[in-house]
């Protein structure tokens, strides 16, 4: 597939279009997609309806050479998916016996009796590729119409990335003489990094440049081809990189948690964390880096004041004095996690919403605290958004402080 084609995501789910859960998938394919020298044009969120199914998938067909459709592949009632995509392109669904065998087997590996409706897994839509999924039970399809491509992957996000990352991410490889390189920037949000990086654009080519934003997190992915391809990547690189700064923690497919986790292991220190506001967030994200337990002592979540006390330390009458949400807090929390076994900790105490907030200490304020050998760092925040916003960004704008305070370039 060329350079510059475009692509478009479908998340299909109508929990979506309500305030029970998000959609993470359409970032990921979109730094997969970027990577490949695809430009994501447009994405979509419509609920478990055949017909709204078809209807999105004809229209972004009409714009773009690539959909992908994430979620409404399991097996109950609501995901139809599969219908909507064969109503879209005019076409049949057929039951795979092979594909129903291994779904089969694989209740029988888990000693699980298959449920009747599991056989709707098994549904194809005539003339698809099956794209297995080794990590649940809904694989995935890919369809080509006139020059185009359909492909519907479940939306658990893990299994979803397994099947976009094994099976499509190698036959989707940029062309050759297509060169594409990201940088990752934490602890920014996009409008001021695309403010920092526009100069670049009359030099480099606007179209060359495509920017991916999440929450305190940042891509900026670079793309070259032609003849001089390397060359022009490299300067590229050299020129991004300077406006970046600090802000850049890595390349392509490194992670924030992999980074911090990476560099403890360099400096042989070992980490704790607390927190509240987060409640093991922070935790959850460097336990998901393989080898983490090498630098990664463990953690509290010391939610109620009485914790903050009796596990991480924090003195009664500095929390009279100040209240939980406050800089000597955190700081004495983080100091109170090095006794768990660390020379390093992390630690963070905040309002998430959506009450809690006061004149003072509106919904969004976050303390986060860093004590290393080699000092202490704070900051104090006002995140925007609801209560899961929040805490995200505490535990990514963390992560950061703690990668800022262990130094080192990317």
Sequence with gaps: MAQGRAAAFLAVGSELLRTERLDTNSLFAARVLA??????????????????????????????????VSGGLGPTADDVTREGAARALGRGAT?????????????????????????????????????????GTAPGQLLEADGRTVVLLPGVPREFEEILTVHLLPRWAAPAGVLVRSLRLAGVYESPVEQRVSPLYDRFGRERITILGGRALVTLVLTTSGT????????????????????????????????????????????????????????????????????YVGGVVAYSNALKASLTGVDAALLAAHGAVSREVAEAMAQGACALGAECALAVTGVAGPAGGSAEKPVGTVHLAVATPAGQAHARHHFPGDRAAVREFSATFALDLLRRRLGGAP
């Design 35 to 68: 990577r490949c020298g695809f430009a994501l044009v447009e994405k979509r969120i419509v609920e478990d309806d055949v017909a709204a199914i078809a209807a999105a998938i004809v229209d972004l067909l009409r714009r773009a050479e690539l959909v992908v």
């Design 228 to 295: 001089r391809a390397r060359e022009e990547l490299a300067e590229m690189e050299r020129a991004f990189t300077a406006v970046a700064g600090d802000d850049l923690f890595g390349f392509d497919d490194d992670t924030l948690p992999g980074v911090v986790v990476a560099k403890l292991r360099e400096r042989g220190w070992h980490l704790a964390t607390a927190e509240s506001c987060t409640g093991g967030l922070v935790g959850a994200q460097l336990t998901a880096v393989p080898g983490a337990s090498d630098v």
């Design 95 to 135: 039951r795979n016996d092979a594909l129903l065998d291994r779904l089969a087997a694989r209740y029988r590996r888990l000693a699980r009796q298959m449920p009747p409706i599991v056989a709707r897994m098994a549904e194809v839509v005539d003339g698809a590729e099956v794209l297995e999924n080794p990590l």
